[in-house]
């Protein structure tokens, strides 16, 4: 389904002309406007890679692992130096983030897992932007855009991602619906989502308690959302050890990544800041 495009390859594209372009030349060439950077911010790892408007990969997954504690500055830095050569080799036209937290207008309101100290309405996408010198960068929740590569687009879809804690999404007829952060909502009387069934969780209790855990999370979200469909990712997704139902299923971890590419189609986010039209009635869409 992934495929990659080598620097190799895109080498002899080049050379086959009648000049073969200078390093400053292929800095400076025009972006191709289906490139895109799209970026999935963990609070393990962050990973990057360039990908076309279909969500295929262009390139490697590039990926270091998170700062701790990360303030803004230090992940601005962290994740100018991860993707510029990347940048270097594509010129991307447009930037995807996916950002561990709740994220709202393309600022993050919270980051649980980078630390409390400086994350209080972050404007993260500008702050990426003006560093890498791309105007055009949109910022939502990671279980959110993984879900983008996720869904079918048909129903109720219910994305669960399982790393360092546990993040949701809610799509209707692939439509992003607004974010609701599940994780820090109680599942028992000590314990929120993320406590429950995070990472630390699982190495805390043990893979074979942990997934009883999960089971007993996928009837609590099937009784209060009634999905069509589950979909679980996130790195811990693997590590599930149970019988799922027939309407849930597991996805790569890749798809934190692919689902880049979706958050500029026009039906994928309904922001009226970044797409006036797509709250209104005529369907018309620039």
């Not at 939502?140 to 360092?164: K, P, R, S, W, Y």
């Not at 820090?184 to 043990?206: F, L, T």
Request: glycine letters at 10%.
């Amino acid at each position: 389904m992934i495929t990659k495009k080598s620097a190799k390859t895109t080498t002899r594209a080049k050379t086959s002309t009648k000049a073969t372009p200078t390093r400053s030349a292929k800095k400076t060439a025009a972006p191709k406007i289906e490139n895109i950077l799209a970026i999935d911010i963990g609070g393990t790892g962050l990973k990057a890679a360039i990908v076309d408007a279909q969500g295929h990969m262009l390139t490697e997954r590039v990926r270091v692992s998170t700062p701790h504690p990360c303030p803004p500055a230090l992940l601005v830095d962290t994740l100018h130096t991860l993707v510029a050569p990347l940048v270097d080799q594509y010129s991307p036209a447009r930037v995807s983030i996916g950002f561990p937290g709740f994220v709202r207008n393309n600022h993050v309101l919270t980051a649980p897992h980078l630390g409390l100290q400086g994350w209080s309405d972050v404007p993260l996408a500008q702050m990426l932007g003006e560093r890498l010198g791309i105007d055009s960068v949109r910022m939502i929740n990671d279980a959110e855009m993984q879900g983008f590569a996720a869904i079918e687009g048909h129903g109720l879809e219910f994305v669960l991602t399982l790393g360092t804690g546990a993040g949701t999404a809610l799509f209707r007829d692939g439509e992003l619906m607004p974010h609701l952060e599940l994780a820090h909502h109680p599942v028992s009387k000590k314990h929120a989502y993320d406590e429950y069934i995070g990472d630390a969780a699982r190495r805390k209790a043990g893979n074979k308690r942990w997934n009883r855990r999960v089971e007993k999370v996928i009837g609590i979200l099937e009784s209060l959302v009634h999905y069509d469909r589950l979909w679980i990712g996130g790195g811990n997704a693997e590590r599930l050890a149970f019988d799922l139902p027939p309407n849930v299923a597991t996805v790569p971890n890749d798809r934190g990544i692919e689902g880049g590419a979706r958050l500029w189609h026009p039906l994928s986010i309904r922001e009226t800041r970044q797409l006036p039209e797509a709250t209104q009635k005529s369907g018309a869409f620039s």
